[in-house]
């Protein structure tokens, strides 16, 4: 068996920081000598290279316009490598994870995303080990020679998780991330033990459908290997419900010009309230064909709409269930489809399949 090759991708945030000794500022380092910062590499006995995507951004700075860069690069060295671990910082990687999930068509090798607390520079990083193992994913077979986790996937503190399913919750601790709604794909000890029958390993037809239409949508040919979908359309937005929440602010988010997709972040099990006033301006919402999501602020657990009389006046009023999705999920899958010219029906549709393993559809 041929060893593998990994590219690493340092695209920014803490990991690829030093301390600068004069100034005590964390500055990026060249990843080009990596090799020198970080000397166990040399314990690998296969291949790594690694680049740096343009200039290395602190992730709050991210777009879409970048998560589109990220895409074409893996596409543009995905004959070449058998793993790829994108290196990122920690503040908006779920989104970054989720997103790159959904424009991956046919993706058949590891993007393993990480990053750190700790710069790599410093003494008691977390930057190395998750780095390490990470690669190790990156790298990891089977008896056949396939690779293991053929996903986008974030790994952070001894767990690897799948990407669409994280939240960022902890700035201070290493365990930075959680997947409340989806079991771990594996777990880091002494040995990397894979939950092999969590794992995608072919698309379900449902997935295989939508991007069926997405090509037709975009005129794109199928083909063997690697397809990236590129499009999008950031005309989202999000709204946080609370007791007492105005109607001024609700009505002002509506009227957001341009808007086509609204996420409702509901109590509980996706309860709002019931007054007429807002319950009207979602009726509104669906008669302007603008899609209205239900999440929940409880990340763990899932949305039921018609479960209690204030969720069953949403149902009516035509908003989607976001079911166990997680809002980082929500809003990035919402962006993907609206940039691909799907009709309302179409999105409607969409939003209630998973299309790479984001989200449990009940009932
Ligand atoms: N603000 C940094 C970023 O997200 C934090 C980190 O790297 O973890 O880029």
Redesign the pocket.
């Known amino acids: 068996m041929k060893s593998p090759e990994i590219l690493i991708i340092y695209t ?4 690829g ?1 030093v301390e600068n000794h004069a100034s005590h500022a964390l500055e990026a380092f060249d990843w080009s000598h990596l090799q020198a910062r970080v000397p166990e590499l040399e314990q690998f006995h296969f291949h790594i290279d690694a680049i740096t995507l343009g200039d290395p ?5 991210m777009t879409p316009d970048d998560w589109v860069r990220m895409a074409h690069a893996i596409a543009s060295n995905y004959a070449r490598y058998d793993g790829f671990v994108l290196l ?6 779920a989104y970054t994870a989720s997103f790159l999930s959904f424009m991956l068509e046919g993706l058949a090798k590891p993007v393993v995303i990480t ?3 700790l710069p790599i520079g410093q003494l008691r990083t977390d930057g190395k080990e998750n780095l390490l193992t990470s690669i190790e994913i990156a790298a990891a077979r089977d008896a056949e020679g396939l690779p293991i986790v053929p996903e986008v996937c974030i790994f952070f503190e001894n767990e690897l998780m799948r990407g669409n399913r994280t939240t960022k919750i902890n700035s201070e601790g290493f365990n ?1 991330f959680r997947s409340y709604n989806f079991p771990p794909l594996a777990k880091a000890g002494i040995h990397i033990e894979y939950n092999t029958h969590e794992i995608i390993q072919h698309p379900t037809p449902a997935s295989s459908a939508c991007y069926a239409l997405l090509r037709e949508k975009t005129g794109r040919p199928q083909h063997e290997g690697l397809i990236v979908h590129d499009r999008y359309d950031n005309h989202v937005a999000i709204l946080t419900l609370f007791p007492g929440i105005d109607e001024s602010v609700v009505r002002a988010v509506a009227e957001t010009p341009g808007l086509r997709a609204l996420i409702l972040q509901t109590f509980g099990s996706g309860n709002a309230p019931q007054k007429e006033w807002f319950i009207s301006i979602l009726h509104d919402l669906n008669r302007r064909g603008i899609i209205v999501v239900n999440t929940s602020q409880c990340e763990r657990g899932t949305v039921e709409m018609g479960r209690y009389e204030t969720s069953l006046q949403l149902l009516r009023a035509g908003v989607l269930n976001g079911y166990d999705s997680t809002l980082e999920c929500v809003v990035t899958k919402l962006m993907f489809l609206l940039g691909h010219d799907c009709t309302q029906e179409e999105i409607r549709q969409l939003m209630s399949i998973s299309i790479a393993g984001e989200v449990n559809v009940r009932g």
């Open positions: 920014g945030g803490t990991i920081m951004i602190d992730s709050s700075d990122h910082g920690t503040d908006t990687m990053g750190s607390q930075a």
